[in-house]
């Protein structure tokens, strides 16, 4: 069986704050320090890690623990924890550097790219762009947000048992927190997880991030290709490539995607508004104006925050509906256009999310995203390539009107390592994709709740008066709205499942059972 991990964010538990925030305190005491800063970076990147937290400890562990203070329990493996983060912050400087040595004031070349891999150095095209921009070599930052990454730890610290964690609080007690995978995790989730990190966001919130791991479950290929061309007016136009050359009709964007980007544009256009009558206000200094200032930046940080959510939620509606489309038709590929070189460059365009958003759909499925070569995919003819005429949305040729997107899309899905040739270009009117209403899933999850057979659901490894094994097979022999009694049966496929024998009931609520689908 093939798997994968995914992220869940959670609530960081309240007896661990007081931790992180000693630690946080001592990391920020660390990068602020010159002598400190400069035997950080006096440490041999060419270590082992291990190797490497042992420098650290010979030269800075003794100012670690003494800023932690004496009565922090277990200082030398959360002082792991910090030497950890700043070898990362090392290694990922040692590489800009190198990036900006060798780049200079020219361009990235084939030149440029085997000399940095000569040095083991293989960044993206992103890092590059960003060093590029850069003014002067990069250095050590003063300020970086502490993440505590129990991921480096050990059991006199910290320990876990299934979905059942414990971990040393700042006064050297233990405390218990209980973490289960909630209905809004996607099928396949086998109820395994790892260590979780924890970190303070920007509006002063404790949040983490617990790792969950995914079964892949890989199609049957029938040797399509799915050409995906991204845009502002269109969010995405789709054409399936067959085998045999021959194209379907277009496929575009659901009308709950569109609606959700006039929202956005609308937002973006309140938000312009409020920031122009800010700086209107600003020369005035009375009491009353400066209230009303401070209320107008607050509701700029509401509108933001409310952006970056339905952005969020358009990216991952269209990749869901790409990795359908894609299913539909047993393609085993879905081709996109390599936008690395457009940087900031598309404005309010979140392409860089859309494309992340379909990777990681379409890697559960099994799916293969290929980016390719964006050069004049709205331009040239995917039969015959010759050039032609833009007029409008649609590109003219010699006795001949295309669709300049669907027409892009074909050019898109034709490209790759192994470029296909198009015999025919449906011209049918396009497609709109139809994810499932809202009504349709509130139906489902009534049969859901209503159906008799097997449930799908998460246990806590710790039941109360059960002593078992994480990850195992329950079978339900009685289902009653007080207690529920189980026979038990391990299983290799590490799920729980709960099969109910009633009807017409809804299901009961347990503190250790979560509905999964």
Not at 226 to 248: E, I, N, R
Not at 383 to 390: A, F, L, P, S, V
Request: charge should be positive; include cysteine.
């Amino acid at each position: 069986m093939k798997t994968t991990w995914r992220t869940i964010h959670i609530e960081c538990p309240e007896p661990l704050i007081p931790v992180y925030n000693r630690m946080a305190e001592v990391f920020d005491i660390i990068l602020s320090t010159p002598h400190l800063r400069e035997a950080v970076l006096s440490v041999d990147m060419s270590l082992h890690r291990g190797d490497q937290w042992r420098m650290m400890r010979k030269i800075i562990g003794d100012d670690v623990r003494e800023l932690l203070g004496f009565d922090f329990p277990n200082r030398a493996w959360h002082s792991c924890m910090i030497f950890e983060q700043l070898r990362r912050m090392v290694e990922s400087l040692r590489e800009r550097q190198i990036i900006f040595d060798t780049l200079g004031s020219g361009e990235p070349d084939s030149l440029f790219w085997s000399r940095i891999n000569e040095q083991g150095v293989y960044p993206t095209m992103g890092t590059v762009s960003n060093v590029q921009r850069s003014s002067c070599r990069p250095k050590l930052p003063h300020h970086v947000t502490f993440v505590l990454d129990y991921s480096v730890s050990n059991p006199q610290m910290f320990t876990q048992h299934g979905h059942t964690f414990k971990a040393k609080t700042i006064d050297n007690e233990w405390t218990k927190f209980s973490i289960l995978l909630p209905l809004s995790v996607r099928d396949g989730a086998t109820g395994r997880v790892a260590k979780p990190r924890f970190y303070k966001s920007k509006d002063g919130r404790y949040l983490g991030d617990l790792p969950y791991e995914v079964e892949v479950q890989p199609i049957e290929s029938a040797g399509g290709i799915v050409g995906v061309d991204l845009g502002k007016v269109k969010p995405f136009s789709a054409t399936v490539l067959h085998p045999d050359g021959t194209t379907t009709p277009e496929y575009i964007a659901s009308r709950r995607i569109e609606r959700i980007g006039r929202v956005v544009d609308n937002l973006y256009r309140e938000k312009k508004a409020i920031y122009a009558k800010c700086n209107r206000c600003t020369p005035y200094t009375q009491v009353e104006s400066v209230t009303k200032d401070a209320r107008r930046q607050k509701t700029m940080e509401h509108l933001s925050a409310k952006i970056t959510r339905l952005k969020m939620e358009r990216a991952r509606l269209i990749a869901k509906s790409i990795v359908h489309i894609a299913l539909t038709h047993q393609c085993a590929e879905i081709h996109v256009e390599n936008l690395s070189w457009l940087g900031s460059k598309g404005g309010h365009w979140e392409h860089s999310l859309i494309q992340q958003c379909i990777a990681q759909a379409a890697e559960l499925r099994g799916i293969t995203v290929v980016k390719v070569n964006p050069a004049h995919t709205s331009r040239k003819h995917p039969i015959t390539n010759e050039m032609g005429t833009w007029c409008g949305r649609d590109v003219v040729f010699d006795g001949e009107r295309l669709d300049r997107d669907h027409m892009a899309s074909i050019n898109i899905a034709k490209r790759g390592k192994k470029a296909r040739k198009v015999t025919h270009v449906c011209k049918r009117s396009p497609v709109r994709t139809k994810p499932p209403s809202r009504k349709e899933l509130k139906r489902r999850m009534r049969e859901l709740l209503h159906s008799r057979g097997d449930q799908v659901v998460s246990l806590s490894p710790m039941v109360p008066g059960a002593a078992c094994a994480p990850y195992e097979r329950w079978s339900a022999v009685s289902v009653d709205a007080n207690a529920i009694n189980m026979k038990r049966s391990a299983v290799s496929d590490q799920q729980c499942i709960v099969q109910r024998q009633t009807s017409r009931r809804h299901w009961p609520i347990y503190s250790d059972i979560t509905l999964i689908r």
